[in-house]
Nanobody, 124 residues
Framework: QVQLVESGGGLVQAGGSLRLSCAAS????????MGWFRQAPGKEREFVAT????????YYAVSVKGRFTISRDNVKNTVYLQMNSLKPEDTAVYYCAARRFTAASDSRDGYDYWGQGTQVTVSS
């Protein structure tokens, strides 16, 4: 089993930055790709970014490309999401996800483990 714990969410003004972290634990974590998803009120959970095990393959949603950066530290078993130039439409609960396969994925169904989420609120 894998446990994922997100942190770093909060309230920020439009144009500001936040850095989310997701700490993973559990013996099955090793070798898996990671991803970030978000869910705004009344909307479905949507893909934000994903990174493969080695960190060499990254994919982003069109809405965040150029503003968000995903990275990982496999020694610390942690994945990060640096969010810059935040907009009010980025307001959502952000979820970290892990999958057993090494390849990155932008599909919600491709992930096996999910964190509890962290709230990000961007004020205008």
């Amino acid at each position: 089993q894998v446990q994922l714990v997100e942190s770093g969410g909060g309230l920020v003004q439009a144009g500001g930055s936040l850095r989310l972290s997701c700490a993973a634990s559990g013996r099955t974590f090793s070798g898996g790709a990671m991803g970030w998803f978000r869910q705004a009120p009344g909307k479905e959970r949507e893909f934000v970014a994903t990174i493969n095990w080695s960190g060499g393959t990254l994919y982003y949603a069109v809405s965040v490309k150029g503003r968000f950066t995903i990275s990982r530290d496999n020694v610390k078993n942690t994945v990060y999401l640096q969010m810059n130039s935040l907009k009010p439409e980025d307001t959502a609960v952000y979820y970290c996800a892990a999958r057993r396969f090494t390849a990155a994925s932008d599909s919600r169904d491709g992930y096996d483990y999910w964190g509890q989420g962290t709230q990000v609120t961007v004020s205008s």
